[in-house]
């Protein structure tokens, strides 16, 4: 029985179609594209990122929080793209690690303005350097008018 299993497996591909990529007949999907792309590119930001025990997703709030202080919740989930629950327990890790603070308004005591701590504000000039470099060896197959071009066009996607 094992040597039928065994053929009928062998057999499931034919030779011809052995230098054909698994994932071929997507190639031609700008969304799968884009999901590798960011798959690569998020797998070295993560590696570089562990160092300092930091996610892709905490330096990007860390970065808008640093552009926008006292900003609120809800404006830091629309800037990250993510319900506003989700940003609960992001914040409460920034929190916890002393990155950031949230900071009761006056005129509505019900809201929190966010704020990044002084060590927030350390960590994340060297953070965004090491952000920086990652994507530019990520990108290293483009040359600086490709990665502009592409840029271009990854923002006319996603701000149309």
């Known amino acids: ?91 409460n890790k920034l929190e916890e690690r002393a990155l950031a603070v949230r900071v009761r308004c006056k005129p509505d005591k019900r809201s929190y303005g966010i704020f990044l701590s002084k060590t927030g504000e350390t960590m994340l000039k060297e953070v965004k350097q090491i952000a920086a470099q990652s994507d530019l060896d990520a990108t290293a197959a483009l040359d600086d008018a490709e990665r502009e071009q592409l840029l271009r066009l990854l923002r006319k996607i996603y701000q149309d």
């Open 1 to 91: 029985m094992a040597k039928s299993s065994s053929a009928a497996s062998s057999s499931a591909l034919p030779a011809s179609d052995a230098a054909v990529p698994l994932d071929a007949a997507l190639d031609d999907l700008i969304g799968y594209a884009l999901r590798r792309a960011q798959l690569k590119l998020f797998q070295n930001l993560i590696a570089r990122l562990a160092v300092h025990d930091l996610r892709p997703a905490q330096f990007s709030a860390l970065a808008i929080i640093e552009q926008n202080p006292g900003l609120m919740q809800a404006d830091l989930a629309r800037a990250l793209a993510i319900e506003p629950p989700q940003v609960v327990p992001l914040l």
